[in-house]
């Protein structure tokens, strides 16, 4: 943690939210005493942030037993200058030390496991060795594994849009794609793989893909495999198992890379998932009920601010956030 000195109300805030959750995890040692007095000491600032991020922290068991006086506050208004005095929504910098600082700091076993990835809301075009071009989205990771007897590629978290270097002349090795306990193996060119909450999802844009299950994921009676044609997609996950094919709107589907997110009916849970792939801070969902509501717009994610202005209005829920860590919706 760098403890200099700046004035900035978010990065105060976000400091502050730092030390509360390393405190709350473990005693500090004697270098660490220091560094936090120093902290404090360093801007006037500094003390009531930290205490207040504090306060929050310790209500949060109470505000879990009996969440109603918090779902009944008023929508609080648009305030300049520092936001840090808005006590309500501090409450929630309690569930950034829950994560652990994961969210802002990023996976680090995906960091060190990944050839190629990407930061929140960056896209990046990547050239392999066989020639295949792989565009990573946002906040997405791969890990290679090619070998003489085949092409592999591991989507460790996020979505990739794969035009796969076809097996032909010299090239005679099978190009496949896992993620989330199962495989796409390239029959043609074109795909696109997204690892959502429990699986993922697979569309065929050109010529054809097949998609089976991971042994550990098959089911008695289960589809084992499915064969994708250019507009067909299919979902699996640890639960369910490998689901039917749908036809789907190819360019909606992977709108992402033309900087745009089209949501037509999906579930609030989805929708949170994609665009916490475009942000440092991340989005929460309070009660898990709501994550099935319904969510429609187009979002172009070049600019996303309103984003959660728009999703609030449309469902009739609120919002409350510490800037640049955490936004929760109820």
């Known amino acids: ?43 006037p600032d500094h003390r009531p942030a930290f205490e207040e991020a504090h306060s929050a922290w ?41 994560a652990g600082l994961r969210y802002h700091i990023g996976d680090p076993w995906i960091a060190l496991s990944a050839d190629h990835r990407t930061d929140p809301g960056e896209r990046r075009q990547v050239r392999l060795s066989d020639g295949t071009m792989l565009e990573l989205g946002p906040a997405s990771a791969v890990a290679l594994h090619f070998t003489a007897e085949e092409r592999r590629v591991s989507l460790l978290v996020g979505e990739a849009f794969f035009h796969a ?19 796409t193996t390239a029959l043609g060119t074109e795909f696109a793989v997204e690892i959502n909450d429990s699986g993922a999802n697979v569309v065929a844009v050109e010529h054809q893909v097949q998609v089976a299950l991971d042994v550990a994921l098959e089911m008695a009676g289960a589809t084992r495999s499915v064969t994708l044609s250019p507009g067909d997609a299919v979902r699996y996950d640890s639960r369910r198992g490998l689901g039917g094919v749908e036809r789907v709107d190819v360019a909606r589907a992977t709108a992402w890379r033309q900087d745009m997110l089209v949501f037509n009916a999906a579930p609030l849970g989805e929708v949170v998932a994609r665009l ?10 309070w009660d898990p009920a709501l ?40």
Do not use: C
Request: proline letters at 5%; a positive charge.
């Open 291 to 330: 994550a099935q509501r319904r969510v429609t717009g187009v979002f172009p994610t070049r600019d996303l601010g309103d984003a959660i202005d728009t999703i609030t209005s449309e469902l009739g829920i609120r919002a409350r956030s510490v800037p640049a860590l955490i936004t929760v919706l109820y």
């Open 58 to 98: 310790r209500s949060l068991d109470t505000l879990r037993a009996n969440p109603a006086p918090w779902q009944g506050a008023p929508r609080p208004a648009r305030r300049k200058g520092t936001g840090r005095r808005n006590i309500g929504a501090l409450v929630v910098v309690a569930l950034l030390a829950l």
């Open 165 to 183: 270097a076809p097996r032909q002349g010299a090239e005679r090795r099978a190009f496949i794609v896992d993620a989330a306990g199962g495989t």
């Open 276 to 285: 916490n792939r475009y942000r440092r801070g991340r989005i929460v969902i």
């Open 1 to 43: 943690m760098d403890d200099g000195v700046k004035d900035d109300s978010g990065e105060i805030e976000r400091r502050a939210a730092e030390w509360v959750a390393r405190i709350d995890g473990r005693p500090l040692d004697g270098k660490e005493r220091e560094a936090f007095r120093q902290w404090l000491d360093a801007h």
